[in-house]
């Protein structure tokens, strides 16, 4: 069986559970009709410009609407081959873990992937202290970090889970730059947290999981969804963000979702689908309905059922280094070469008898 028909059964596999879990709503193939308008001429997505984040953020959404990256040509360009041809050039561990993930996802080996292996990449950017990247990346990138490295079947470093569990909020929150004090923390980073740690292992009837999730329920807003965080100087109003990324950990933590409604029958998913425009983008908030891509590529992956995640594969060790410092190949090669050389001069020997 090839990897990207194993791929496609995990994943057939993945989604029959999950439609189990989430109710199917309508809006993916509008958003995705939406989301092709903003395909920029090299095939990735930015404004004005693509970056390798926002394209690898709308491939693993194409990825979970059901459809297939590698079939949004647009000059010639797809969203892969943006990837592939900006690989070499990524420098922080969120984009690498983004990327990883996509690729993971489109069916692409990312030990391979525009020429790098980006798992080796990836993996020597853990820091002595437990944190993945450098001084540009926090909470996120690190979590994602870690849910890249499930993507492709590698072990997580207990270093790194540690690094999440020991920057948990008393209240169950993270705050995004890893910052410990009480009232510093959000939504969001929590439920990447969350996500992330029941990749690595973490039981989801385990206290640390349990007290974010009991912080969530306290979080949730009458029309269903949940805000960046409450309280907050900046308001409370719910948001497509903050409301996607919540339920994709409510799902990962395998919450029956029957029990998270307030108000006339409102869910998080509902309230996420309330977000969406009539283009089939989606909107940050209610009250500032313009189209807002970060929201759509988020919401539909949530809204679909998927966690990250989306897909996984095996991808195996990094492929040994074709001279190792001991020199043992290179004097092998001398001694082949040497009696090369000498089969030769015999040869020549007799022609001359």
Same mark, same amino acid.
């Given at each position: 069986?090839?990897?990207?028909?194993?791929?496609?059964?995990? %994943?057939?596999?993945?989604?029959?559970?999950?439609?189990?879990?989430?109710?199917?709503?309508?809006?993916?193939?509008?958003? &995705?009709?939406?989301?092709?308008?903003?395909?920029? +001429?090299?095939?990735?997505? @930015?404004?004005?410009?693509?970056?390798?984040?926002?394209?690898?953020?709308?491939?693993?959404?194409?990825?979970?609407?059901?459809?297939?990256?590698?079939?949004? =040509?647009?000059?010639?360009?797809?969203?892969?081959?943006?990837?592939?041809?900006?690989?070499?050039?990524?420098?922080?561990? !969120?984009?690498?873990?983004?990327?990883? &993930?996509?690729?993971?996802?489109?069916?692409? =080996?990312?030990?391979?992937?525009?020429?790098?292996?980006?798992?080796?990449?990836?993996?020597?950017?853990?820091?002595?202290?437990?944190?993945?990247?450098?001084?540009?990346?926090?909470?996120?990138?690190?979590?994602?970090?870690?849910?890249?490295? #499930?993507?492709?079947?590698?072990?997580?470093?207990?270093?790194?889970?540690?690094?999440?569990?020991?920057?948990?909020? $008393?209240? @169950?929150?993270?705050?995004?730059?890893?910052?410990?004090?009480?009232? $510093?923390?959000?939504? =969001?980073?929590?439920?990447?947290?969350?996500?992330?740690?029941?990749?690595?292992?973490?039981?989801?009837?385990?206290?640390?999981?349990? #007290?974010?999730?009991?912080?969530?329920? @306290?979080?949730?807003?009458?029309?269903?969804?949940?805000?960046?965080?409450?309280?907050?100087?900046?308001?409370?109003?719910?948001?497509?963000?903050?409301?996607?990324?919540?339920?994709?950990?409510?799902?990962?933590?395998?919450? +029956?979702?029957?029990?998270?409604?307030?108000?006339?029958?409102?869910?998080?998913?509902?309230?996420?689908?309330?977000?969406?425009?009539?283009? !089939?983008?989606?909107?940050?908030?209610?009250?500032?309905?313009?189209?807002?891509?970060?929201?759509?590529?988020?919401?539909?992956?949530?809204?679909?059922?998927?966690?990250?995640?989306?897909?996984?594969?095996?991808? !195996?060790?990094? $492929?040994?280094?074709?001279?190792?410092?001991?020199?043992?190949?290179?004097?092998?090669?001398?001694?082949?070469?040497?009696? !090369? %050389?000498?089969?030769?001069?015999?040869?020549?020997?007799?022609?001359?008898?």
């Amino acid at each position: 069986m090839s990897q990207k028909t194993c791929l496609l059964v995990t %994943l057939l596999l993945l989604s029959s559970l999950l439609l189990t879990a989430l109710p199917a709503l309508a809006g993916a193939p509008e958003a &995705m009709d939406w989301l092709r308008e903003q395909q920029n +001429d090299d095939g990735g997505f @930015g404004d004005p410009d693509s970056t390798v984040g926002n394209t690898a953020d709308a491939v693993q959404a194409i990825v979970a609407a059901g459809e297939d990256p590698g079939a949004w =040509n647009k000059n010639g360009n797809t969203p892969l081959t943006f990837l592939a041809a900006n690989a070499a050039d990524i420098v922080t561990a !969120g984009d690498i873990a983004k990327t990883i &993930m996509a690729a993971v996802d489109a069916g692409e =080996n990312p030990r391979d992937f525009g020429g790098v292996d980006l798992v080796a990449v990836l993996e020597a950017m853990l820091g002595s202290d437990g944190k993945f990247g450098g001084e540009n990346d926090f909470q996120g990138a690190h979590c994602l970090s870690i849910l890249a490295l #499930k993507s492709v079947s590698r072990p997580v470093p207990v270093a790194a889970v540690d690094y999440i569990k020991n920057s948990q909020i $008393e209240d @169950g929150t993270w705050a995004w730059n890893f910052a410990t004090t009480a009232g $510093e923390g959000d939504n =969001n980073s929590a439920a990447l947290a969350v996500m992330a740690l029941l990749a690595a292992g973490e039981p989801a009837d385990g206290e640390i999981i349990q #007290k974010t999730i009991s912080h969530f329920a @306290g979080q949730q807003n009458e029309d269903g969804g949940f805000p960046y965080i409450n309280p907050s100087a900046y308001g409370t109003d719910s948001d497509a963000n903050s409301t996607a990324v919540v339920l994709q950990a409510l799902i990962a933590a395998g919450e +029956d979702l029957s029990t998270w409604v307030k108000g006339d029958a409102n869910t998080p998913a509902t309230a996420l689908a309330g977000f969406q425009n009539d283009d !089939g983008s989606f909107a940050w908030q209610l009250a500032f309905p313009d189209s807002n891509f970060l929201a759509t590529v988020q919401a539909v992956p949530a809204l679909e059922g998927k966690v990250y995640p989306i897909a996984a594969m095996t991808v !195996g060790e990094a $492929e040994p280094e074709t001279l190792p410092e001991t020199g043992g190949v290179l004097l092998s090669a001398a001694w082949l070469v040497l009696a !090369g %050389l000498a089969v030769a001069g015999s040869g020549a020997i007799l022609r001359r008898r």
